[in-house]
């Protein structure tokens, strides 16, 4: 394999160049046919392998389809719209809803998901701490109750 940078030739397989240490351009192992370059650790597989022989990385595409650029509409995630009703199950049920409402929504929209089981969480502090302040109010107002 001849390097981009002084023109020494190395073995093929190699990384990096003996003569000069600069990274080799492994991918143009795979453009002469010798076989195609790991994304990951850059070994040279053959060319039909799917999986790299060296990591076990993924180095076949399954779709010829172009991928859409960082930054672009197209490459955000789509978040599957879910209904405002989930909110109903932490706010009611307390962290028993907000765990329901993590489990159904968690695929769709993790973040929402995530914020429902916070409610859930934060709704049973607060009914504690309401249940206690009326306790100890009750308590104030007429101590003989007790």
Known sequence: MKCNS??????????????CGSVLDIKSASSTGK????PRCQAVNPPASRFCENCGAT????????KPQ????AAETKVQSTSAAWW??????????????????????RKKANRLL???ILMAIFWIIVSVGLTVLSYLISPDYF
């Open 59 to 66: 180095i076949g595409l399954t779709d010829s389809s172009p």
């Open 70 to 73: 960082a930054g672009t509409a």
């Open 35 to 38: 076989g195609t370059a790991c």
């Open 118 to 120: 916070v409610t859930g």
């Open 88 to 109: 109903l199950l932490p706010i009611f049920l307390t962290w028993v809803g907000g765990l329901i409402a993590w489990v159904v929504v968690r695929d769709r929209d």
């Open 6 to 19: 002084c023109g020494a030739a190395n073995e093929t397989g190699a990384r990096f160049c003996g003569n």
